[in-house]
């Protein structure tokens, strides 16, 4: 071989070498590049399912806890208004139930979005009102105000549960 032969030979050499040291680089790059955005898509990924996942278990811990004020609330103005049924009315019943009434009222005005809280309130005052009231008529009164008060109050928490389910599909 001539010299100027081996020296070509040599300069191809040198150039592929060249070539598939870049090549070897760039795709080493290209995967080390991939790596990171799939790791970081993957990451994003679980991110943002664990924010929907967080929001979700929120809002259904807030429903459970009004659904349940709310029933023992129910419960007592039931065992409350029983009480009008009876034959023989006891005022000692009256003022435990009552008691008992105004108790979980309050506790689940705690719970409650601030127009329901106050809409709990204002029943157990009207209902108490209803019983310290002079006469029939003032008792009528106080008690269809406390009627209106009631249906808004129904109103007023189907109405939050429905914007706990709107808050829910947000998540």
Known sequence: MTTDANQASKKLELTNALLISALTGFLTLAGVMSTGVIGW???SQSSKITKTQTCITRLDAQEKDLREKADKFLSALGEFTAQT???KVSLDVYRDRLDA???TGYAFSAYAPSELSTLSQNMVIELKNSM???GDEEVKKQLDTFD???QKWSQKFQQY???IAALRKDC
């Open 41 to 43: 898509v993957t990451a």
């Open 85 to 87: 049924g009876h034959l």
């Open 101 to 103: 009434l105004m108790r």
């Open 132 to 134: 310290t009231a002079n």
């Open 148 to 150: 209106a008060t009631n």
């Open 161 to 163: 549960l429905s914007e």
